[in-house]
Protein backbone atom coordinates (compact mmCIF):
# COMPACT_ATOMS: atom_id res chain seq x y z
CA UNK A 1 0.00 0.00 0.00
CA UNK A 2 1.65 3.11 -0.75
CA UNK A 3 1.80 6.62 1.68
CA UNK A 4 -0.82 8.87 1.75
CA UNK A 5 0.05 12.53 0.18
CA UNK A 6 -3.43 13.98 1.35
CA UNK A 7 -4.84 13.19 4.85
CA UNK A 8 -8.00 14.78 5.41
CA UNK A 9 -8.86 15.40 9.16
CA UNK A 10 -12.26 16.26 10.69
CA UNK A 11 -13.19 18.47 7.88
CA UNK A 12 -16.27 21.01 8.77
CA UNK A 13 -17.61 23.52 6.40
CA UNK A 14 -19.93 26.03 7.22
CA UNK A 15 -21.75 29.06 5.60
CA UNK A 16 -23.84 31.59 7.41
CA UNK A 17 -24.60 29.18 10.06
CA UNK A 18 -25.45 26.32 7.95
CA UNK A 19 -23.34 23.30 7.73
CA UNK A 20 -22.38 21.50 4.35
CA UNK A 21 -20.59 18.78 6.14
CA UNK A 22 -18.99 17.82 8.77
CA UNK A 23 -16.68 15.24 10.47
CA UNK A 24 -15.12 14.38 7.30
CA UNK A 25 -12.58 12.45 7.39
CA UNK A 26 -10.10 10.17 4.82
CA UNK A 27 -6.56 9.83 2.91
CA UNK A 28 -5.46 10.06 -0.97
CA UNK A 29 -2.84 7.99 -1.41
CA UNK A 30 0.12 8.20 -4.22
CA UNK A 31 -0.78 7.41 -7.79
CA UNK A 32 -4.16 6.48 -7.58
CA UNK A 33 -7.61 7.55 -8.72
CA UNK A 34 -9.69 9.20 -5.89
CA UNK A 35 -13.16 10.20 -6.28
CA UNK A 36 -15.57 12.22 -4.07
CA UNK A 37 -19.18 11.82 -5.17
CA UNK A 38 -22.62 12.56 -4.60
CA UNK A 39 -25.59 14.16 -5.16
CA UNK A 40 -26.24 17.65 -6.74
CA UNK A 41 -25.90 20.04 -3.29
CA UNK A 42 -23.48 17.27 -0.93
CA UNK A 43 -20.94 19.89 -1.30
CA UNK A 44 -18.51 18.01 -3.33
CA UNK A 45 -16.69 21.28 -4.69
CA UNK A 46 -16.84 22.65 -1.64
CA UNK A 47 -14.61 20.18 -0.31
CA UNK A 48 -12.53 20.32 -3.01
CA UNK A 49 -11.90 24.19 -2.37
CA UNK A 50 -11.16 23.29 1.49
CA UNK A 51 -8.55 21.02 0.31
CA UNK A 52 -7.03 23.19 -1.66
CA UNK A 53 -7.06 26.22 0.83
CA UNK A 54 -9.65 28.17 -1.50
CA UNK A 55 -12.53 28.24 1.65
CA UNK A 56 -10.94 28.18 5.16
CA UNK A 57 -12.52 24.86 7.18
CA UNK A 58 -15.40 25.85 10.42
CA UNK A 59 -12.98 22.59 12.00
CA UNK A 60 -10.06 20.08 10.90
CA UNK A 61 -7.88 20.94 8.19
CA UNK A 62 -5.56 19.34 5.26
CA UNK A 63 -2.53 17.81 4.96
CA UNK A 64 -0.61 17.93 1.51
CA UNK A 65 2.53 16.21 0.94
CA UNK A 66 3.46 16.80 4.15
CA UNK A 67 2.23 20.39 4.74
CA UNK A 68 -0.79 21.86 6.70
CA UNK A 69 -3.03 24.00 4.14
CA UNK A 70 -4.48 25.82 6.96
CA UNK A 71 -2.55 28.81 7.90
CA UNK A 72 -0.15 28.62 5.22
CA UNK A 73 0.73 32.10 3.32
CA UNK A 74 3.35 33.60 1.38
CA UNK A 75 6.13 31.91 -0.48
CA UNK A 76 5.51 28.70 1.38
CA UNK A 77 1.91 29.06 -0.08
CA UNK A 78 2.80 29.81 -3.65
CA UNK A 79 4.96 26.06 -3.42
CA UNK A 80 2.94 24.27 -2.41
CA UNK A 81 0.02 25.47 -4.76
CA UNK A 82 3.25 25.52 -7.49
CA UNK A 83 2.82 21.33 -6.95
CA UNK A 84 -0.83 20.90 -7.25
CA UNK A 85 -2.79 21.04 -10.52
CA UNK A 86 -6.95 22.00 -10.68
CA UNK A 87 -8.93 22.05 -13.77
CA UNK A 88 -12.38 23.47 -12.94
CA UNK A 89 -15.63 21.93 -14.20
CA UNK A 90 -15.57 24.35 -17.21
CA UNK A 91 -12.16 24.23 -17.94
CA UNK A 92 -11.71 28.16 -17.38
CA UNK A 93 -9.54 28.88 -20.58
CA UNK A 94 -8.91 32.42 -21.30
CA UNK A 95 -10.63 32.71 -24.57
CA UNK A 96 -8.18 35.23 -26.09
CA UNK A 97 -5.43 32.99 -26.26
CA UNK A 98 -4.55 30.05 -28.07
CA UNK A 99 -4.27 26.67 -26.34
CA UNK A 100 -0.71 26.49 -26.71
CA UNK A 101 -0.86 29.86 -24.65
CA UNK A 102 -3.22 28.92 -22.31
CA UNK A 103 -0.65 26.32 -21.18
CA UNK A 104 1.93 28.83 -21.43
CA UNK A 105 0.60 31.17 -18.60
CA UNK A 106 1.57 29.45 -15.47
CA UNK A 107 5.14 28.44 -16.82
CA UNK A 108 5.12 32.42 -17.85
CA UNK A 109 4.03 33.04 -14.01
CA UNK A 110 5.77 30.65 -12.29
CA UNK A 111 9.13 29.99 -14.02
CA UNK A 112 12.49 30.98 -15.48
CA UNK A 113 11.55 29.23 -19.23
CA UNK A 114 12.20 31.69 -22.49
CA UNK A 115 9.20 31.97 -24.38
CA UNK A 116 10.91 29.12 -27.04
CA UNK A 117 10.96 27.04 -23.80
CA UNK A 118 7.57 27.61 -22.78
CA UNK A 119 6.54 26.86 -26.13
CA UNK A 120 7.53 23.58 -26.22
CA UNK A 121 6.19 22.45 -22.79
CA UNK A 122 2.86 23.68 -24.24
CA UNK A 123 3.04 21.37 -27.05
CA UNK A 124 4.23 18.50 -24.87
CA UNK A 125 1.30 18.44 -22.64
CA UNK A 126 -1.19 19.29 -25.45
CA UNK A 127 0.31 16.14 -26.60
CA UNK A 128 0.01 14.53 -24.04
CA UNK A 129 -3.78 15.18 -24.04
CA UNK A 130 -4.18 14.19 -27.71
CA UNK A 131 -4.16 18.19 -28.69
CA UNK A 132 -1.21 18.02 -30.36
CA UNK A 133 -2.50 19.34 -33.27
CA UNK A 134 -4.61 22.04 -31.85
CA UNK A 135 -1.92 24.32 -30.13
CA UNK A 136 -2.97 27.01 -32.12
CA UNK A 137 -6.67 27.03 -31.80
CA UNK A 138 -8.91 29.32 -29.93
CA UNK A 139 -11.09 28.09 -27.34
CA UNK A 140 -14.19 28.83 -28.99
CA UNK A 141 -12.59 26.52 -32.14
CA UNK A 142 -13.01 23.49 -30.05
CA UNK A 143 -15.52 21.00 -28.83
CA UNK A 144 -16.44 20.87 -25.10
CA UNK A 145 -14.28 17.55 -24.54
CA UNK A 146 -11.27 19.11 -26.14
CA UNK A 147 -11.69 21.99 -23.45
CA UNK A 148 -12.09 19.60 -20.88
CA UNK A 149 -8.37 17.83 -21.89
CA UNK A 150 -6.84 21.52 -22.93
CA UNK A 151 -7.50 22.17 -18.91
CA UNK A 152 -6.21 19.15 -18.00
CA UNK A 153 -3.31 20.08 -20.01
CA UNK A 154 -2.58 23.31 -18.26
CA UNK A 155 -3.23 22.12 -15.09
CA UNK A 156 -0.05 20.18 -15.61
CA UNK A 157 2.11 22.70 -16.95
CA UNK A 158 4.41 22.73 -14.20
CA UNK A 159 4.20 18.92 -13.22
CA UNK A 160 2.58 18.43 -10.35
CA UNK A 161 2.17 15.44 -8.45
CA UNK A 162 -1.49 15.96 -7.48
CA UNK A 163 -4.22 17.21 -9.78
CA UNK A 164 -7.60 18.14 -8.66
CA UNK A 165 -10.49 17.98 -11.61
CA UNK A 166 -14.00 19.22 -10.94
CA UNK A 167 -16.97 17.82 -12.75
CA UNK A 168 -14.66 17.10 -15.54
CA UNK A 169 -17.44 14.79 -17.47
CA UNK A 170 -20.23 17.48 -16.79
CA UNK A 171 -21.96 18.20 -19.90
CA UNK A 172 -20.33 15.43 -22.28
CA UNK A 173 -21.67 12.94 -24.18
CA UNK A 174 -21.09 9.49 -23.48
CA UNK A 175 -18.50 8.72 -25.80
CA UNK A 176 -16.63 11.73 -24.89
CA UNK A 177 -16.76 10.87 -21.52
CA UNK A 178 -15.63 7.65 -21.52
CA UNK A 179 -12.82 8.92 -23.88
CA UNK A 180 -11.90 10.90 -20.96
CA UNK A 181 -12.38 9.03 -18.44
CA UNK A 182 -9.42 6.53 -20.50
CA UNK A 183 -6.95 9.93 -20.55
CA UNK A 184 -7.70 10.10 -16.79
CA UNK A 185 -6.16 6.33 -16.37
CA UNK A 186 -3.94 6.87 -19.16
CA UNK A 187 -2.31 9.73 -17.23
CA UNK A 188 -2.56 8.19 -13.76
CA UNK A 189 -0.87 4.49 -14.69
CA UNK A 190 2.05 6.36 -17.31
CA UNK A 191 2.89 9.51 -14.63
CA UNK A 192 2.03 8.76 -11.13
CA UNK A 193 -0.30 11.18 -11.04
CA UNK A 194 -2.28 11.30 -7.91
CA UNK A 195 -5.85 12.19 -9.29
CA UNK A 196 -8.62 13.73 -6.92
CA UNK A 197 -11.96 14.26 -9.08
CA UNK A 198 -15.14 15.74 -8.25
CA UNK A 199 -18.38 13.98 -10.13
CA UNK A 200 -21.46 12.15 -9.18
CA UNK A 201 -21.75 10.36 -13.40
CA UNK A 202 -21.88 6.83 -12.57
CA UNK A 203 -20.06 5.93 -15.49
CA UNK A 204 -17.19 7.61 -14.78
CA UNK A 205 -16.51 6.93 -11.05
CA UNK A 206 -16.90 2.85 -11.82
CA UNK A 207 -14.54 3.79 -15.36
CA UNK A 208 -11.59 5.44 -13.46
CA UNK A 209 -12.20 5.48 -9.67
CA UNK A 210 -9.56 3.33 -7.60
CA UNK A 211 -11.49 4.13 -4.12
CA UNK A 212 -13.79 6.84 -3.81
CA UNK A 213 -15.80 8.76 -0.44
CA UNK A 214 -19.88 8.97 -1.00
CA UNK A 215 -20.87 12.32 0.52
CA UNK A 216 -24.48 12.58 1.30
CA UNK A 217 -26.54 16.03 1.51
CA UNK A 218 -29.13 15.16 3.99
CA UNK A 219 -26.21 13.19 6.32
CA UNK A 220 -24.40 16.45 6.10
CA UNK A 221 -21.25 14.48 5.70
CA UNK A 222 -19.29 11.05 4.36
CA UNK A 223 -21.98 7.96 4.10
CA UNK A 224 -19.14 5.59 2.03
CA UNK A 225 -15.80 5.31 1.70
CA UNK A 226 -13.81 2.37 -0.52
CA UNK A 227 -13.47 0.66 -4.14
CA UNK A 228 -16.64 2.00 -5.76
CA UNK A 229 -17.38 -1.79 -7.25
CA UNK A 230 -17.50 -2.70 -3.95
CA UNK A 231 -19.62 -0.08 -2.35
CA UNK A 232 -21.89 -0.90 -5.41
CA UNK A 233 -22.40 -4.51 -4.67
CA UNK A 234 -21.72 -4.85 -0.92
CA UNK A 235 -22.98 -1.74 0.76
CA UNK A 236 -25.88 -1.84 2.95
CA UNK A 237 -26.75 1.92 3.21
CA UNK A 238 -29.98 2.07 1.07
CA UNK A 239 -28.34 5.88 -0.15
CA UNK A 240 -25.37 4.14 -1.63
CA UNK A 241 -27.38 1.37 -2.52
CA UNK A 242 -29.75 3.47 -4.29
CA UNK A 243 -26.79 6.10 -6.01
CA UNK A 244 -25.11 2.65 -7.51
CA UNK A 245 -27.63 1.04 -8.76
CA UNK A 246 -29.61 4.27 -10.14
CA UNK A 247 -32.59 3.42 -7.83
CA UNK A 248 -35.32 5.60 -6.15
CA UNK A 249 -35.59 5.82 -2.92
CA UNK A 250 -38.99 4.76 -1.40
Not at 172 to 201: C, K, M, Y
Request: glycine content about 12%.
Amino acid sequence: MTEPVIRVENLAARFSGRTIFEHVSFEVRRGEVFVILGGSGCGKSTLLKHMIGLYAPAEGGTTILGQRVEGLAGAARTALLRRLGVMWQSGALFGSLTLAENISVPLEEHTDLPPEARALVAQAKLGLVGLGDAAGRLPAEISGGMAKRAGIARAMALDPPILFLDEPSAGLDPITSAGLDALIRQLARDLGTTFVVVTHELQSILAIGDRCIMLDKEARGMIAEGDPRRLREESTNPVVRAFFRREVLA
